[in-house]
């Protein structure tokens, strides 16, 4: 790799004597930064940990350590489960160097003392901005610096938008990172503008204009998406509406962010707003469409919307607007043009002929498609020139991968590219990543007319080259998916090609309907003409794809050091990446073709990350100003560092409302918790650790967290209830804990950034209880274990207030008794040997308590048995004749008996004397007594006489 530019080194000085967090704007360079700081500590003196690292990220750290220093790269270790074992773990410690190691190893490695942590030299923290504090790097970070004082800890973002969201989210993050010191690098840095500047790429811009059709479809997109914007606002009052704008919408991904708002309160939400959040996504995917694909694929996207009754029907009602007729209208128009009114539904059985009019149409297709005319024109372009050079790079950079295959096929059939023996083994590799294959058989149902009404104009050589995915018609229904990473892989798989048989599929592709059409348009070349020389090799990339996408296209800017380059689309960070690349290697020029709409949601867009970017970096800089960091922030000052726990007990100290009365004596010893290896993927254990609890983690058969000896947890979040409950996994780990632990306890646990809730409002209103429903699997399970105690908290923060809880008071648990426990074992216990139900259905008896349950349970033999003693049997059994007294009573006492008892409460002499004063004599109020029972039956005789008589049953009563 080539050394730092001036700027590059100014960083790096800044971070080599200062432990702090660098934020530099994306595409500057600071993967070369960090690399240089790995280079620097390969060495078997130094111990440095590597953490938040993408695996992509990590090969192309140790690719670049062996191609440019050998003798560093033996230093780099990659520590995996796979290819290290605990033992050998500890020793690959010891010897040094430079570690690429998973979160939740270096968590359980710390924590188990096989890495010596006070040995280490530091700790880079690369993607700082995903440091939050309840996530396994903040676990790390924290117990390092309790044992650690000198090392330093380093950390590297090149995302200052994120820092951005929320309060104070960059103190926050340096809280978490234990750094004292910002350092910021934006674009607009003086030292980055003067070193860019130097060396300028030639840059040539061409702003490329919409169709007509084109432009009126994106006037018409945009006002039935103002219309929804507005309607949501209308019925959804849980969201700022001076934050939803039209650029919001236009320019970044709305239904997530909108999302992530309205996530606490979702279930309260109606199906409206819900709707048009859903309608929102599906315009700006069309949006989206229309700039980036060709007319055919934007049609077909249209086609799929309008032709299932069941979404019209559920939709917000956008399709019925003025706007909406125009979007279809002059969709259809772009693809078909005026002669469309004419025509019939194709035959099979007839050949299709090619026609002048064909012709005019498939030149039209291509016409709507702008960036490919101009792409053809540059090219062109290149072969006039004249090359004195032996090997020229050519790289065209699209946005995604159904992009590239799109341009790929326009090229090839125009005879654009070099052939295929031609060029090196690398450029052909790239080339043909992008090539369509034909794994998959037509299956055309209901969108069969639909697609070949679209694509039968094309020609008849393309109809028998290619066939169409059926699953197009379910397209609508997986819009959920689009926003991933790995968007354009599922799109290009949507269209399959298969060999070129002429007896064969009656369709054609989408990706490669203008290729072909041009292709046709223009027979006069000849097959052998080639506009790029074999001396020319031409690369093919896609922006977007993750991670993995991006270091590789970093890694082939740098290989291939092309001389022109080609922005069919254009991202922020690949602009920066040419600039910083002309600046390392000024003796090559480069070229760079910049292709943008002119007035469109993509020039939008680009301009909108931009000034998004920029308002960021402005916002870090004032919060630098006034950011408040104390001395012992970075953990190196000897100040005892209080827990949660402990800043709650002097707070408690000095609370007033005690009234004076002096606080509980503390606890010497650390309470301790036995938690399962499986259980360092979630915040909780990172949670325990900073409120004060000692993490000793085990591998674990019975239970994820061992509390006390008698208390045993399984946590399940709501996902994972449900499945188990599905596939009966809880069943089993609820029947093994039983049988081995007094107090089994299911941990029910909720994500904060959702409504605590189990069910919806919806299911809470009907009547009908469904049996498959996990509220009714959960009573069915506490009806076959009732030991079973459930824990339902709204998150890890609550979840271990709970834990401190139920472990007040109680002895520490044991790690090698808890690792001992297996799920067909049953520990020895008196109260597991007995049926539970039965237990507790003696101790509602009186007299039978706790203490003498059991001598009842093994000395008799059933309950007949129980209720057939004597009182002095009762009392051989119970050993205590006032136990068996109650409880002879209480089994043997008649109904008469309890007749007479309710009687006499309902008449109750005693409370009749209440009334009346203590100092009268007991001889008038015996008086008075007599005198209201006379009135009583004088009542009930003249109530008697008043109804009718009756045949008396018997003389003798």
Known sequence: MESLLEYENNVYLDMFHNDGLLVMAEGL???????????????????????????????????KMKETSPESYQYITKITTETHSQNERAQAYLKGGCFFVTSRILVVDMLTDRIPIEYITGILVYNAHKIIDSCQETFILRMFRQK?????????????????????????????????????????????????????????????????????????????????????????????????????????PFDQIVKAQLEPVWNQLGSKPKQLISDIRTLRLLLYYLTQYDSITFFKMLNCLKSHEKDIGRSSGWMFLDAANELFTKAKLRVYGTEMRNYVKPDKKKKFKWSKENRDMAARIVSESPKLKVLKEILEEFSGEENNQDEINILIVANDD???????????????????????????????KFDVTDEQKSDEKEEEFIVKMILKPLGASDLNNRQVDSK???????????????????????????????????????????????????????????????????????????????????????????????????????????????????????????????????????????????????????????????????????????????????????????????????????????????????????????????????TLEVGDYVLTPNISVERKSINDLIESLANGRLYNQVNAMSRSYKIPVLLIEFDPKKPFQLNSYQALASSEISPQHTSSKLSLLTIHFPKLRILWCSSPSETAEIFEELKANCPQPDTETAMSIKTDQVIEDEDLKYNPVLRDLLLKIPGINSKNVLRVITKVKDLVSLCLMSEQELSDVLENSKSAKLVYEFLNTSKKDEALNSMNNELDFEDLDNFYSFDSKKTDSVDSSKKNILNINSKSNASTKNKPKTKPKSKKK
């Open 402 to 432: 159904r992009t590239c295959s799109q341009i790929k096929h326009f090229l090839s059939k125009n005879r654009l590219t070099r052939k295929i023996g031609n060029g090196s083994a690398k450029a052909i590799k790239q080339f043909d």
């Open 472 to 698: 197009l018609s379910k397209m609508v229904k997986k819009l959920d998916h689009k926003n991933k990473e790995k968007e354009s892989v599922t799109l290009t798989q949507m269209v399959k090609n298969t060999t070129s048989k002429e007896s064969k599929s009656s369709s054609s592709s989408e990706t490669s309907d203008e290729s072909s059409s041009c292709d046709e348009a223009q027979p006069v070349q000849n097959s052998d003409t080639n506009f790029v020389g074999k001396n020319t090799n031409l690369f093919l990339s896609a922006l977007e794809g993750g991670t993995k996408q991006k270091i590789s296209l970093i890694r082939l800017l740098y290989d291939i050091m092309p001389k022109y380059i080609i922005l069919y689309d254009s991202q922020l960070w690949f602009v920066r990446q040419i600039e910083v690349i002309q600046c390392l290697r000024y003796k090559n020029p480069m070229r760079v073709y910049f292709m943008m709409y002119t007035n469109s949601s993509e020039e939008q867009r680009y301009l909108t990350s931009i000034r998004s970017e920029k308002e960021s970096f402005e916002i870090l800089i004032r919060e630098k100003a006034n950011m408040i960091v104390t001395e012992e922030q970075d953990g190196k000052l000897d100040i005892p560092n209080n827990t949660d726990k402990e800043k709650e007990t002097i707070i408690d100290q000095f609370n007033s409302r005690k009234g004076g009365m002096p606080s509980m004596p503390q606890e010497s010893e650390t309470p301790k918790i036995i938690v399962d290896m499986r259980e360092f993927r979630c915040e909780l254990p990172s949670i325990l650790h900073k409120r004060g609890f000692h993490i000793e983690p085990c």
């Open 29 to 63: 360079g600071i993967e070369r930064i960090f690399l240089n700081f790995i280079k620097l500590f390969c060495d078997a003196t130094n111990l440095v940990i590597v953490v938040n690292t993408h695996e992509a990220e990590e090969q192309f750290f140790t690719n």
């Open 148 to 252: 650690n004082k000198k090392g330093f800890i380093k950390a590297f973002s090149d995302n200052p938008i994120f820092f951005t969201k929320g309060f104070s989210k960059v103190e926050r993050v340096m809280k978490n990172l234990f750094v004292k010191k910002l350092f910021i690098y934006p674009r607009f840095h003086i030292d980055i503008e003067t070193e860019l500047t130097k060396y300028k790429p030639e840059v040539i811009e061409i702003h490329v204009g919409l169709s007509e059709n084109s432009s009126r479809i994106q006037m018409a997109l945009l006002d039935i998406l103002n219309v929804l914007l507005q309607e949501f606002k209308g019925c959804c009052s849980y969201i700022d509406h001076d934050f939803l704008t039209m650029e919001m919408v236009i320019s970044r």
